[in-house]
């Protein structure tokens, strides 16, 4: 299982890359995996500000639908439209061109509850 030492991960199974004040956002490769074959991506929440644990978005694939929850507060920035056309791509590529939001972090302090690698491997583990 792959698990970029560079990411941050929440218990959720998502993935956090910190830039700066920013914050790119997407699923796990795990989470991919238990999903199956992602088919659509909904968010329309681009321009808000949401709260930590605020959903943002829903994905769903063959199986089941499941909503995407914000790992950290903020404003979010941006939102991937390559997987508008090409969802699949989460299940290809999930830590890098498969990407969901970017959001402008409101409050740094919320970085230290993120899990580093090893801590969600042991997550995986449990």
């Known amino acids: 299982m ?3 030492e560079n990411l941050k991960y929440t218990k959720d199974h998502e993935w956090v890359l910190i830039n700066g004040s920013e914050a790119t956002i997407g699923i796990t490769e795990f989470a991919q ?3 199956g ?4 991506i909904e968010v329309e929440t681009e321009g808000e500000t949401l709260d930590k644990e605020e959903a943002f978005g829903t994905i769903e694939a063959v199986k089941t ?3 995407l929850f914000m790992p950290l507060g903020g404003e979010v920035i941006a939102f991937n439209e390559e997987l508008e056309s090409t969802p699949e791509t989460i299940n290809k590529d999930p ?3 498969g990407w969901i939001v970017k959001i402008k972090i409101a409050n740094s302090e919320e970085l230290d509850e ?3 690698a090893d801590q969600y491997k042991e997550l ?3």
């Not at 074959?37 to 659509?40: A, I, L, N, P």
Request: proline share 5%.
């Open 37 to 40: 074959d992602v088919v659509f």
């Open 33 to 35: 995996k238990e999903l």
């Open 95 to 97: 830590y890098s061109d």
């Open 65 to 67: 639908v499941s909503d």
């Open 114 to 116: 993120l899990l580093s």
């Open 2 to 4: 792959n698990i970029p």
């Open 124 to 126: 995986l583990e449990a």
